[in-house]
């Protein structure tokens, strides 16, 4: 019995091979968006995150203005000046007693200037950084030093040279000894850095580096820090070092509110900033599935109205079955097989021409250098094929109870 079902199922089928294709058309190209949407989405996904992680696990960054709430950032990632953030501030940090878990701090304040040595000019990123730089972000020096303490105490006029800058402006030619002019004022080049590329979408060799004082005194104007960045002993030890600098930095700016409700800075880790972009990335991921799956309504109707189409065409047929003792559970058993078919084979091809459209997209992305995984989960798969398959059974069932009360004597007497 069920061989026989079977066997019209695939006759139906292939008796109208056109329109059996054009009616699954829609659930292949359903199936198949949403496993490209997936693929896509989780290697945006992995990149992104990858970018985070490489900042350190262990990083805790704190900016100048407070959060409106806890869901929102300070004004200051909008690119407004905040000034709340100084040295003074750094310098309460960096003492052991304060926030015993801070192994090293920096600050920093950025400006855009135009580089020029001879005749040569460049416009780069000019960060004003403070002694711990290094061994915060990591990074060599691959000619030269970088600043001294003392140099970073004094605000003195050197300069260490991100590797493009130097390769722009000065060549193959030796950079470190000369003197490089940033606005109206001469640096001493004492270092070169080594080549880093962009991390955590920032571009390490694009930019000079001077003591945060220099470029407070002699480039910025201001006595304000734009950023303040502290590495932690140990990443175990990460949320404790979060309170112990928010309850230092209240204290020195005698904000007596411990809600945070007042602050004027906001603390930030990397694990809030990886769990955000998560949040982020997978809402506009689910986002994207459920437009794609639209497709697979469309495709489900498509179905629906085949088969309705089917049932009108078979009308003698289905009396002439009922005629001779086929029950209504086995004329909707015989319908719904063919659209269960019909979805399932849909579903099948989409999930084959997704992968290989998310594979071909994979490496095209690599092929234009970018550090981009092919990924395509099981979930997914299992998802797509699923969710076609119950396509099938939704829209296809009510043709198929149509075609079980269909009276004998009328549908034998249909033309």
Same mark, same amino acid.
């Given at each position: 019995?069920?061989?026989?079902?079977?066997?019209?199922?695939?006759?139906?089928?292939?008796?109208?091979?056109?329109?059996?294709?054009?009616?699954?058309?829609?659930?292949?190209?359903?199936?198949?968006?949403?496993?490209?949407?997936?693929?896509?989405?989780?290697?945006?996904?992995?990149?992104?995150?990858?970018?985070?992680?490489?900042?350190?696990?262990?990083?805790?960054?704190?900016?100048?203005?407070?959060?409106?709430?806890?869901?929102?950032?300070?004004?200051?990632?909008?690119?407004?000046?905040?000034?709340?953030?100084?040295?003074?501030?750094?310098?309460?940090?960096?003492?052991?007693?304060?926030?015993?878990?801070?192994?090293?701090?920096?600050?920093?304040?950025?400006?855009?200037?135009?580089?020029?040595?001879?005749?040569?000019?460049?416009?780069?990123?000019?960060?004003?950084?403070?002694?711990?730089?290094?061994?915060?972000?990591?990074?060599?020096?691959?000619?030269?030093?970088?600043?001294?303490?003392?140099?970073?105490?004094?605000?003195?006029?050197?300069?260490?040279?991100?590797?493009?800058?130097?390769?722009?402006?000065?060549?193959?030619?030796?950079?470190?000894?000369?003197?490089?002019?940033?606005?109206?004022?001469?640096?001493?080049?004492?270092?070169?850095?080594?080549?880093?590329?962009?991390?955590?979408?920032?571009?390490?060799?694009?930019?000079?580096?001077?003591?945060?004082?220099?470029?407070?005194?002699?480039?910025?104007?201001?006595?304000?820090?734009?950023?303040?960045?502290?590495?932690?002993?140990?990443?175990?030890?990460?949320?404790?070092?979060?309170?112990?600098?928010?309850?230092?930095?209240?204290?020195?700016?005698?904000?007596?509110?411990?809600?945070?409700?007042?602050?004027?800075?906001?603390?930030?880790?990397?694990?809030?900033?990886?769990?955000?972009?998560?949040?982020?990335?997978?809402?506009?991921?689910?986002?994207?599935?459920?437009?794609?799956?639209?497709?697979?309504?469309?495709?489900?109707?498509?179905?629906?109205?085949?088969?309705?189409?089917?049932?009108?065409?078979?009308?003698?047929?289905?009396?002439?079955?009922?005629?001779?003792?086929?029950?209504?559970?086995?004329?909707?058993?015989?319908?719904?097989?063919?659209?269960?078919?019909? #979805? *399932? /084979? =849909?579903?099948?091809? !989409? @999930?084959?021409?997704? &992968?290989?459209? $998310?594979? %071909?997209?994979?490496?095209?992305?690599?092929?234009?250098?970018?550090?981009?995984?092919?990924?395509?989960?099981?979930?997914?798969?299992?998802?797509?094929?699923?969710?076609? #398959? *119950? /396509? =099938?059974?939704?829209? !296809? @069932?009510?043709?198929? &109870?149509?075609? $079980?009360? %269909?009276?004998?004597?009328?549908?034998?007497?249909?033309?």
């Amino acid at each position: 019995m069920k061989y026989s079902a079977l066997h019209n199922t695939f006759r139906s089928l292939l008796a109208n091979k056109t329109r059996s294709f054009l009616t699954v058309l829609g659930i292949i190209i359903g199936v198949s968006a949403v496993i490209i949407i997936m693929s896509i989405g989780a290697g945006a996904q992995e990149v992104i995150l990858s970018q985070v992680k490489t900042l350190g696990t262990d990083i805790v960054s704190v900016l100048p203005g407070g959060r409106q709430d806890d869901n929102s950032p300070p004004a200051s990632v909008m690119g407004i000046v905040i000034t709340t953030l100084n040295l003074d501030d750094l310098k309460a940090l960096k003492k052991s007693s304060n926030v015993p878990d801070l192994k090293a701090a920096y600050g920093l304040l950025r400006s855009n200037s135009s580089l020029s040595w001879e005749s040569q000019v460049y416009d780069a990123t000019v960060s004003g950084v403070s002694l711990d730089y290094l061994e915060v972000e990591g990074g060599e020096v691959l000619k030269g030093r970088f600043f001294s303490a003392s140099e970073d105490s004094a605000g003195a006029k050197v300069v260490v040279l991100g590797s493009t800058v130097k390769k722009e402006i000065f060549g193959d030619s030796e950079a470190v000894g000369k003197r490089l002019r940033i606005k109206k004022h001469s640096f001493d080049i004492i270092g070169v850095m080594k080549e880093r590329g962009t991390v955590g979408f920032q571009d390490y060799d694009d930019q000079v580096f001077v003591p945060v004082k220099a470029l407070q005194t002699f480039i910025a104007g201001a006595k304000h820090l734009s950023l303040i960045r502290a590495k932690v002993v140990d990443s175990n030890y990460l949320d404790r070092a979060v309170i112990d600098i928010e309850t230092t930095l209240r204290e020195k700016h005698d904000i007596y509110d411990s809600t945070g409700k007042n602050d004027d800075f906001t603390v930030g880790s990397a694990q809030e900033a990886l769990s955000a972009l998560t949040s982020i990335t997978d809402a506009l991921t689910y986002f994207l599935i459920a437009m794609a799956s639209l497709s697979l309504l469309v495709g489900g109707v498509g179905i629906m109205n085949i088969m309705l189409v089917s049932v009108k065409e078979r009308t003698r047929e289905i009396g002439l079955r009922k005629a001779i003792g086929a029950s209504r559970s086995r004329i909707i058993r015989q319908f719904l097989s063919e659209s269960l078919f019909l #979805t *399932l /084979i =849909g579903g099948l091809i !989409g @999930l084959v021409l997704g &992968i290989l459209f $998310s594979w %071909l997209v994979a490496q095209v992305i690599i092929y234009l250098n970018f550090d981009w995984h092919f990924i395509v989960t099981w979930q997914s798969m299992v998802l797509a094929v699923s969710v076609s #398959t *119950l /396509i =099938g059974l939704v829209f !296809g @069932l009510y043709p198929a &109870i149509k075609a $079980s009360k %269909l009276d004998p004597i009328e549908a034998l007497r249909y033309e």
